[in-house]
């Protein structure tokens, strides 16, 4: 069967806090993946999808390939490595530098060993002054992968971000169209609200509490009057960091929740319902059973 449009899957990848998600949030042109300026906040393959007149790019956003410290690194270690072989196109996000690192030294060992096609995603241009520095950091790059496309943009600013699309749809094969053109992500509902609670909660607490939080969905009903009613929970390490995600008085978690429920409205668009509870698992990043609880597929990898 021939196909007029073009469709396929595509993965962003980078180091921890390069923009993936924000370029993500950009190209599909609303808030799905969870930003902040926390690495690491990227625990699953957040699958989102683009469609407009030319086909339809399905995006898996991968959590950030890293040294594994514990159980929940590994995994997610393994679940960016492999998401490599399974796509049409790679999108490789760094940061304005002449600098590589060993990070992406080890990124570049990673695309070496696939035929996919590469695009590399020079972001964050917004940060540099003089633009002609561009070129440096594009001349520093070039020669450790075999590039399909290198891209210059901003995904804060929206710059360059269509041509990136166009450069996209370029390397996709021609194909079937995957979801209804109003499907923006295949991911329960569940699951993005727990990500943005998990988002605000980041946020709001900043340097107080490590990465070591988890959110879980325990009860999620929708009235006949269309309202949502959710109960959640937010899962951390220790004694000590309970106390701070709940605040004196209960202040930061209300705090949490009523982010969390605006955000959570303009997704669903209707009236939600948020309540918030804060328990302690100690140490379940390296337990197998707390993190298929909270939503990790262990098996998966």
């Not at 607490?205 to 009903?221: F, N, Q």
Request: glycine share 6%; charged share 30%.
């Amino acid at each position: 069967m021939e196909y007029n449009q073009k469709s396929g899957f595509v993965t962003l990848i980078g180091r921890p806090n390069v923009g993936k998600s924000t370029l993500m949030n950009c190209l599909i042109g609303q808030k799905i993946a969870i930003t902040s300026d926390k690495p690491q906040t990227t625990r699953n393959r957040i699958q989102t999808v683009y469609t407009d007149q030319r086909g339809q790019i399905i995006f898996l956003d991968t959590p950030g390939i890293h040294k594994a410290k514990n159980k929940l690194g590994e995994y997610m270690v393994n679940v960016a490595e492999h998401t490599l072989k399974e796509v049409d196109v790679i999108l490789w996000l760094v940061e304005p530098t002449d600098f590589i690192g060993a990070g992406e030294r080890h990124i570049a060992e990673q695309l070496n060993k696939v035929k996919t096609p590469v695009i590399l995603i020079i972001n964050k241009t917004d940060t540099i002054k003089n633009q002609d520095e561009i070129l440096r950091f594009i001349s520093a790059y070039k020669d450790i992968c075999p590039f399909a496309e290198i891209v210059p943009v901003s995904a804060l600013k929206k710059k360059n971000t269509d041509l990136l699309t166009e450069l996209i749809f370029k390397y996709l094969p021609y194909g079937p169209q995957y979801y209804d053109e109003d499907t923006v992500t295949d991911q329960p509902m569940r699951q993005i609200a727990a990500e943005l609670i998990r988002e605000k909660a980041l946020r709001l607490l900043s340097d107080e509490i490590p990465h070591g939080i988890a959110v879980t969905i325990e009860k999620m009903t929708e009235r006949n009057n269309g309202i949502m009613d959710i109960e959640a929970s937010i899962v951390c390490e220790r004694d000590s960091h309970k106390g701070i995600i709940i605040g004196k008085g209960g202040a930061m978690l209300k705090k949490i929740g009523t982010a969390a429920r605006r955000e959570i409205e303009n997704l669903v668009d209707t009236q939600v319902n948020l309540k918030l509870w804060v328990k302690v698992r100690k140490e379940w990043r390296d337990s197998e059973l707390y993190m298929k609880n909270y939503g990790y597929d262990v098996k998966e990898t």
